[in-house]
Structures are given as structure tokens and as C-alpha cells.
């Protein structure tokens, strides 16, 4: 019925999800399975000698780090499409891949229309997280507050400093070693961005932490 | 002859020093009449202390003529100056000048006594009161033959308190008394420049001083002992212009005494015994006793020089019956000078006489001397004796104790020294033993906790690849085959499958977080604490200057654990609704602190409610050789503060 049908290359080491995708891919219309391999090293071969328009990726796979290889693909290929698909739901890993190529981030547990579409957005040059996603991309995010967050015992210490408290009875008085004092006194000082002492002190009770 | 006659006049000279010493430290001014008016002033004075200062003076006056009457006046100022100390230490200044000559120790102790007074005022009159009292002590310290005390108590004592009372008169004066001493023992260099110095100070107050008379001529004199005669000439030119001024002064008659010794010095005999005869006739005028009997041994010099035996006989002779005081050693001289003088005249048997005389007077002298000195010089001798053996008493004591204690120090220190490597080997062998333990332990612990890591890993894997990548295909395959009779049942049948792979894929990450194998430590932390998070809990962390990628992943999957150990607790037990992770490194330190805002838990019981979770960390930061302090309390959160030393064979 289609004159011309989107080619999806599919690289995936399990063989039923390889076959549950096929199956989708193949019932729609507009799409139409190249090829399906089990290793990211026979993809790039067949890349070499083939064009695809969609490259649906499994992450951890073996051999190849699929970062590593999304990055090779896409600079070979700029027009080709890279949906990382995976059940890895790490911030890390997602925005990983997304910083390296990938221009979607499927879940493999996702719903067969889900997987459709965001085809479509991909070639469309949107994509719409899955709202699992999207919970570990923007909830909980770390607020970027202008005032530095001190733990209890910086508090201590930022107190007794500013008493005049040397590191030596700072470090007797709250059981603690004086190299440890130390680092707690230049921790201050990066978390207020000062240089020293007086200033970290000047610049605390400016924010009102003393 | 000559010998004899050098030696006369060395005699001569010193009974003349003392003599003029006793003129300038008693100021005397002439005598009754001057008593006579202090009195009728006396009577007309009103205060007790007025009239007791006059009654000193008027006792004072009188101490040359009449002691007894001197003694009873100042006794009797003494009596009216009870009540006023200052008056007092003018009594016993007084008192002293009356004792001087006769008593030396009363006359000292009544100086000493004055000056302790004296010290307490600070007046010009005091200072020159203590001046004066010092220079009548060095006075009889010289009448006791102590030279040396007399100039060192003139110099240091009399002459600045002198100074400070400003009496510059008196101050010229103490400088021609320091001289004289010099001057007797023939240091004439040193002499001349006291005598001169005491003329450069008088210049300034008053030219016409008669001071100058007496260093005038106490100059010449020692010119004349240095045979420079040219100087001498010239100081006894000078001194006549003041003979003139003072002819009643005691200098005035030694000028003439000096003008003659230079003439005799000089060859000169008319006109030394001229001199001589000047000066007689002035000592006569003034009935000085002294004077008289020093000009006419002079005299007595020149015949004998002149070969006139006859008149030097009827000079000495003279001086012998004249009642001029003559003392021991005089008496004794001139008999030896009859005796030659007699067999000078060829009369042997007058000669023999007299010689006679003074053997038998200078062996009794001589036996008296003999015998004050050998009781001075035994007394000295005991002195000494006894300072000996007292010295070598002590220090044999001294050695002994010495000795004593150093063989208990060295016992002390040797057993100390023991006792200090005998611990210190047994705490090193201790330490060995220790320290193989913990190599051991720590062996173990690193082998036990690798193989689980090791296992985890795999058992991770193995879960979330395969098992969770079946399920997934399940479902992938579920949903397509079931797409067209979408019923409840199983769209519920599909959910419960998602929620059976997130699971499986929080299990398999918590055994093995994929992003720190991938990332390293701050990535899989940085998940963790997100993926921990919920609507109730808030985890916020912050990573300051860590650089755990230096670190072998062991240490990072073990420094994970503990973390995740931790913030799992928050999780599970704490109801807190904010916690807090902080990581932060100073070179081979990686310091760990997690807080939250949660119930807390009670300290003391705390021991036995510790559950397996804190035991875990706790074997965990033992094995990293780091130190952990847990601070929590009930309403207050709890507060994990961890130290870590990342370097070492890990």
C-alpha cells in the first residue's frame, strides 16, 4: 500500500525482545525491519554498505560500550535516528546517552504504541519521555539554592572559628583530628567561595549563619 | 749620714701629714671667744631644738680645751633633742667629732649612728651632715693606719654626699684629704692631680679660698719629693700671695716649712734656716705646739748639715724639753740624734748616755710593737686556722652529699631506662602480634568482601540482562498479541508485569548500581540518592573536591555500600522528610557525612537495637582503616560523620 517504508535496524542481544519488536515493527504500516543484530560490531558493518533511518539500541550490551558506540554511529551516520532502549532508569546512564547521540529513551517494557510513536517524534525531531522517565529526569532535582548548605558539623565549626577557636582546640574540643578540622575549614571556604578565614566568617554572618 | 738623715725626714714628714689632716678635718676656728658668744646666743635662742643645736656647737668649740665641758654641753643638747630625730642625728654627729681623737670605735659608732638618722631627711643640711660624718670616719680609719679604706670612704661616701648638699667648699676640701695619703706614700703623680683638682673646683666659688694655700703647698711638696724644683718654686710663689691673705693659717707656717726643705734641697742653708725662723716666728704667734716642734727639727737638720753640732744639740735639746707632745717614736729619734750629735762634739760620754737611753726606750718600743703585733698576728692566724678546717669540714660534707646523690639520681635514671625499653619492647611485640592480627583480618575481610562483590556483580547481571530482559520481551510480546481484545483483566495482568520488571531492576541495581561500574563513585551516588527520593523524602548531596576515580573500585563499591547502607536506613526507619549527603577529600582523606531531619534514635540503647545494617558499615569502615562517629538523638535526626584513609595497598 506504501510506496516507501522507514527502515529500522534493530541492535539487541535477547532474542524475544528482538522478536516482540520485529513483530511490532513489521505490523506497522510505515515501518520495515532491515536488520537485527546481536552485537553492535555487525550493525556498523552493515551501516558501512546500508542506509537506516532508525536505529532502535540496546544498552549494556557486551563487547562495545553502547555509549561508545552510539557516538561512532551518529557521527557516521547524522541522518540516522539512535532510540537507546534499555531497563536502566539511572539519570546518569539516560542523560548519558542522550549527550551522545541518542535522540530517544526507551524503556523495553514499553507499550507498543509508545514504541510507535516515539518513532515518529524522533523523526520529527521531538521526543516525549515516558512519564517513568521523566519522574527520574526532572523530580527531585537538587535545588540550586544561593545559600551554601552546611551539615551540623560545619556549623560547629564555622561557630568555634569565629569565636577564634585555633584548629588545634577546635580539633581537642570536638574529638576530632586536626587534619580533619582542616579539611572542614577549606570545605567552608569553598561552599562561601572565600579565600580565608576572616572573610569566611564576614560572608557567613552576611548570610546569616552566624 | 745620709741614710740617717733620708730617714729623718721621712719621719718628719709623716707625723707633719697627720698633723695637717687633723687641721682640715676638725674646721677649727679659733676657740673661746667664739663658745663665749654662742652661749649668750644660747640664752637669748627660744625652741629646744635652736638651743640644743647651740649647745653641740658650743660643745664642739670646746672639745679641743676642754673635753669634759664639751662632753657635759652636747650631753645636754642631747637631752633637749630627744623629741626630734634630726636634731638627735646632729647630737651624735657631734658626739663623734668629740670622740675621734681619743675613742676611734665610740667615735664611729656615733658617726654610723648620725648618718642612719640623717638618711631618713633628704635636706641640703642632711646630705652635708653625712658628708661630713663619712669623711670624720675615713679620718680615723686613717688614724689607724687604714689608707686604703680612708681614700675608698672620702672618694665614694663623703665626696658625693658633699656634691649633693652642694657645698663645693667642702667638696675641694675632701679632694686635697685624698691626696695627702698619696702624697705620704709618694704616689706624688696622683697627689698632685688630687691637690690640683680640689684648686680647679675651689676657682669657680671663691679665688681668694684659703684651700688654695694648703694645695699650693702640698704641690710644692711634692714637687720637691720629685727634686722637679722649677715647679716647686713656681707653687710656693703662688702660695706666699696667700700667707699673706691667711697669716694665721695652719698652711701658712707649712709654706715656710716647704720653702725650707727646698732650700735645704737645693743647698740653699741661709736661706732655708730663714725660712725656718719666719715660719717659728708665726707657729709662735699662733701657739701651734706642733708647727713649732716640726720647724725646729728642721732647723736641727740644717745645723747638723752645716756641721754646727752645737746648735743642732741646743735646737734638739729644745724640742726635747719644750713640752711640744712629743709622742713615743719622736722621743725616740731625738735621743739617737743627741747620742750622734755628742760624739759628733767628741763628748763620748753624754753620747753614750743618751745612746743608752734609747736602746733601753726603743727596746721597750719595740717589745711593745713586738708584742701588739704578734697578738694580731696570732689572732689572724687562729682566724684562718679555723677558716680552714670549717671550709674543709663542709666541703667533705658537701662531697659526700654529692656523692649521695648522684648514685640515687644514676639508680633512678638507670632503673627508669629500664623500665622504659622494657615497655617499650613489650608494647612493640604487642604491636607486632596486633598488627599481624589485623593484617589477617583485614585479608579476610578484603577476600570475603570482594567474593560477594564479585557475586553481586554477576548475580546482577544475570538479573537485570537476562531475566529482566525476558520479562520485558514477555511483555513486549503480551501487549502485541493481546492489542486487539484489550480487557481489564489484562491491561492488570500487563501493569503487574511493569511493576514485576522495576522491580527486578531496583533489586539488580542495588546489588550492583550499573553507573558506578560505568561512572564511577559521585555518578552512582548521585542515582542512588535520587533514586532513593520520594514525595516524603528529600536526599540532597554535594561532592567537594572528591576524585573517587583515583580510587580502585573496590573502595568505591565499598564506600557505595556504606553510603547506600546508611540512606536505605534513612529511608526505612527515620520519617525524616529531608537527608543530606556530603562527600569531600583532602588528599588520602574522603570524608562522609550524612544527616537527616528524621525521629532519631535513643543513644544509650542503641547497642543492643544496633541492627545488622549499622554492623555492616561498621565492618566496612573497619576495613578501610576509617573512623565512624553515629550521633543521633530521639526528635533530633541523626548525624553520620565518617573518616576514611583511602591510601595504603586498597
Same mark, same amino acid.
Request: hydrophobic share 40%; aromatic share 10%; charged share 25%.
Given at each position: ?210 | ?317 729644745? %724640742?726635747?724639753? !719644750?713640752?711640744? /707632745?712629743?709622742?713615743? @717614736?719622736?722621743?725616740?729619734? +731625738?735621743? $739617737?740624734? #743627741? ?123 544475570? %538479573?537485570?540482562? !537476562?531475566?529482566? /530482559?525476558?520479562?520485558? @520481551?514477555?511483555?513486549?510480546? +503480551?501487549? $502485541?498479541? #493481546? ?129 545488622? /545494617? ?37
Amino acid at each position: 500500500m506504501a510506496p516507501f517504508k522507514l527502515s529500522v535496524i534493530i541492535v539487541e542481544d535477547h532474542s524475544i525482545i528482538v522478536e516482540g519488536l520485529s513483530s511490532i515493527i513489521n505490523n506497522a504500516d510505515e515501518l520495515e525491519l532491515s536488520g537485527a543484530f546481536s552485537t553492535a560490531e555487525e550493525a556498523m558493518e552493515f551501516l558501512e554498505t546500508n542506509t537506516a533511518d532508525i536505529l532502535l539500541l540496546d544498552i549494556s550490551l557486551p563487547a562495545m560500550s553502547d555509549i561508545e558506540m552510539c557516538r561512532l554511529v551518529k557521527q557516521k551516520n547524522k541522518k540516522l535516528k539512535i532510540i537507546a532502549l534499555t531497563n536502566h532508569t539511572e539519570r546518569s546512564v539516560i542523560n548519558d546517552m542522550l549527550t551522545n547521540g541518542a535522540d530517544g529513551y526507551l524503556l523495553k517494557n514499553t507499550s507498543k504504541n509508545d514504541l510507535i510513536e516515539s518513532i515518529f517524534q524522533v523523526l520529527d525531531n521531538k521526543f516525549i519521555l515516558q512519564s517513568e522517565l521523566q519522574k527520574v529526569l526532572f523530580s527531585n532535582t537538587q535545588t540550586s539554592n544561593t545559600l551554601p548548605r552546611l551539615t551540623t558539623r560545619e556549623k560547629e565549626i564555622l561557630l568555634l572559628v569565629s569565636n577564634g577557636a585555633t584548629t588545634a582546640a577546635i580539633a581537642s574540643q570536638l574529638y576530632i583530628s586536626s587534619q580533619t578540622v582542616e579539611t572542614h575549614r577549606r570545605n567552608l571556604m569553598q561552599k562561601f567561595e572565600v579565600n580565608n578565614s576572616a572573610a569566611l566568617i564576614k560572608k557567613a554572618v552576611e548570610q546569616g549563619f552566624l | 749620714m745620709q741614710i740617717r738623715n733620708a730617714h729623718i725626714n721621712k719621719q718628719v714628714t709623716n707625723w707633719l701629714l697627720s698633723l695637717v689632716i687633723l687641721i682640715t678635718a676638725h674646721d677649727a676656728i679659733g676657740q673661746d671667744t667664739a663658745s663665749d658668744s654662742l652661749l649668750l646666743l644660747y640664752k637669748k635662742a627660744s625652741g629646744d631644738t635652736a638651743k640644743a643645736r647651740l649647745l653641740f656647737e658650743i660643745g664642739d668649740h670646746l672639745s679641743a680645751t676642754d673635753t669634759a665641758k664639751a662632753i657635759r654641753y652636747i650631753q645636754q643638747g642631747m637631752q633637749l633633742a630627744k623629741s626630734n630625730r634630726y636634731t638627735q642625728a646632729i647630737g651624735h654627729f657631734y658626739q663623734g667629732r668629740l670622740y675621734m681623737d681619743y675613742n676611734y670605735d665610740a667615735g664611729k659608732a656615733a658617726f654610723k649612728k648620725a648618718n642612719n638618722l640623717f638618711e631618713k631627711f633628704s635636706s641640703a643640711e642632711s646630705y652635708l651632715y653625712q658628708s661630713r660624718s663619712w669623711s670624720n670616719i675615713a679620718v680615723i680609719e686613717q688614724y689607724q693606719n687604714n689608707d686604703k679604706e680612708y681614700t675608698n670612704i672620702l672618694l665614694n661616701k663623703a665626696i658625693p654626699l658633699a656634691l649633693k648638699s652642694g657645698d663645693k667648699v667642702r667638696v675641694a676640701g675632701y679632694y686635697t684629704l685624698v691626696g695627702l695619703p698619696f702624697m705620704n706614700n709618694r704616689n706624688l703623680q696622683k697627689a698632685i692631680y688630687y691637690f690640683s683638682k680640689s684648686n680647679d673646683i675651689i676657682r669657680n666659688v671663691n679665688p681668694e679660698n684659703e684651700h688654695f694655700l694648703g694645695n699650693y703647698v702640698n704641690i710644692a711638696r711634692s714637687y720637691c719629693f720629685l727634686k722637679d724644683y722649677n715647679s716647686a718654686k713656681k707653687y710656693l710663689d703662688s702660695a706666699y700671695r696667700y700667707t699673706q691673705l691667711f697669716p694665721y693659717s695652719g698652711y701658712s707656717i707649712d709654706y715656710y716649712i716647704v720653702k725650707s726643705m727646698y732650700h735645704i734641697d737645693l743647698k740653699e742653708t741661709e736661706k732655708g734656716i730663714n725660712s725656718l725662723d719666719n715660719g717659728l716666728k708665726l707657729a709662735r704667734k699662733n701657739k701651734n705646739p706642733f708647727e713649732i716642734r716640726e720647724l725646729l727639727y728642721q732647723k736641727a737638720r740644717i745645723y747638723d748639715e752645716q756641721k754646727n753640732y752645737i746648735e743642732a744639740k741646743n735646737t734638739i735639746q729644745e %724640742l726635747l724639753n !719644750g713640752g711640744y /707632745g712629743l709622742v713615743d @717614736g719622736d722621743r725616740k729619734q +731625738l735621743y $739617737h740624734d #743627741l747620742a750622734y750629735l755628742h760624739e759628733q762634739l767628741g763628748d763620748t760620754k753624754e753620747a753614750y748616755k743618751w745612746l743608752a737611753k734609747y736602746t733601753e726606750f726603743a727596746d721597750s718600743l719595740t717589745a711593745k710593737n713586738n708584742k701588739l703585733e704578734f697578738a694580731r698576728l696570732e689572732a689572724k692566724y687562729n682566724y684562718e686556722k679555723k677558716e680552714k678546717e670549717l671550709l674543709l669540714v663542709s666541703s667533705k660534707e658537701k662531697m659526700q652529699r654529692i656523692l649521695m646523690w648522684t648514685s640515687f639520681g644514676g639508680l633512678f635514671t638507670a632503673s627508669l631506662l629500664f623500665m622504659y625499653f622494657y615497655r617499650l619492647r613489650k608494647a612493640k611485640s604487642e604491636q607486632q602480634v596486633q598488627s599481624l592480627k589485623q593484617q589477617q583480618q583485614i585479608a579476610l575481610t578484603q577476600a570475603l568482601l570482594q567474593g560477594e562483590e564479585k557475586e553481586r556483580a554477576r548475580l546482577a547481571r544475570d %538479573l537485570h540482562d !537476562g531475566l529482566g /530482559g525476558m520479562l520485558a @520481551g514477555v511483555k513486549i510480546n +503480551l501487549t $502485541h498479541a #493481546l492489542q486487539e481484545i484489550s480487557t481489564p483483566q489484562v491491561d492488570k495482568a500487563i501493569s503487574q508485569l511493569d511493576h514485576s520488571i522495576t522491580e527486578l531492576r531496583r533489586i539488580a541495581r542495588n546489588m550492583m548500581p550499573e553507573a558506578l561500574l560505568r561512572s564511577g563513585l559521585e555518578t552512582a551516588l548521585a542515582d542512588l540518592c535520587q533514586s532513593l527520593s520520594n514525595e516524603k523524602l528529600k536526599i540532597c548531596h554535594s561532592f567537594i573536591n572528591t576524585h573517587a576515580e583515583a580510587f580502585s573500585k573496590q573502595v568505591q563499591i565499598i564506600i557505595f555500600r556504606i553510603i547506600q547502607e546508611l540512606l536505605t536506613n534513612i529511608v526505612k526507619h527515620a520519617e525524616a522528610s529531608e537527608a543530606y549527603l556530603q562527600c569531600s577529600q583532602d588528599g588520602a582523606y574522603f570524608y562522609i557525612t550524612v544527616e537527616d531531619n528524621g525521629k532519631g534514635i535513643n543513644q544509650s540503647g542503641y547497642g543492643s537495637r544496633r541492627g545488622i /545494617g549499622l554492623d555492616n558499615i561498621q565492618s566496612r569502615v573497619d576495613f578501610l582503616k576509617g573512623k565512624m562517629d553515629f550521633n543521633s538523638e530521639p526528635g533530633k535526626g541523626t548525624i553520620t560523620n565518617i573518616e576514611i584513609r583511602t591510601d595504603g595497598t586498597l
